[in-house]
């Protein structure tokens, strides 16, 4: 069974940073693109950042590019998501996934975590 299983997630103020994991099982972790996605209150689930499984090329929101960064540790089987410069904005339900195709769109993934918390306060 393929698991992922998000952790990091916190209470921070704005301007401050958390780092994001999501390690996987039951899967073949560098065959596959992961990626981030996050929902708020009341919002659909969005694209956050994404990395490919070939030569590790990122891709990230307009929103978050500069203030977030993506990577992977295969030997680990685990993505990571380091977060700066928070803000208020950036509050939400973080999940990790992971898909056969590169992952820019909810639609796209195969497998979801179950999330991890970020609350940034003012």
């Known amino acids: 069974q393929v698991q992922l299983v998000e952790s990091g997630g916190g209470l921070v103020q704005a301007g401050g940073s958390l780092r994001l994991s999501c390690a996987a099982s039951?899967?073949?972790?560098?065959?596959?693109?992961m990626g981030w996605f996050r929902q708020a209150p009341g919002k659909e689930r969005e694209f956050v950042a994404a990395?490919?499984?070939?030569?590790?090329?990122?891709s990230y929101a307009a929103s978050v590019k500069g203030r977030f960064t993506i990577s992977r540790d295969n030997a680990k089987n685990t993505v990571y998501l380091q977060m700066n410069s928070l803000k208020p904005e950036d509050t939400a339900v973080y999940y990790c996934?992971?898909?056969?195709?590169?992952?820019?769109?909810?639609?796209?993934?195969?497998?979801w975590g179950q999330g991890t918390q970020v609350t940034v306060s003012s």
């Open positions: 990395i490919r499984r070939s030569i590790g090329s990122t």
């Open positions: 996934a992971a898909g056969s195709r590169p992952l820019i769109a909810t639609t796209l993934a195969d497998y």
């Open positions: 039951g899967l073949t972790f560098s065959m596959y693109a």
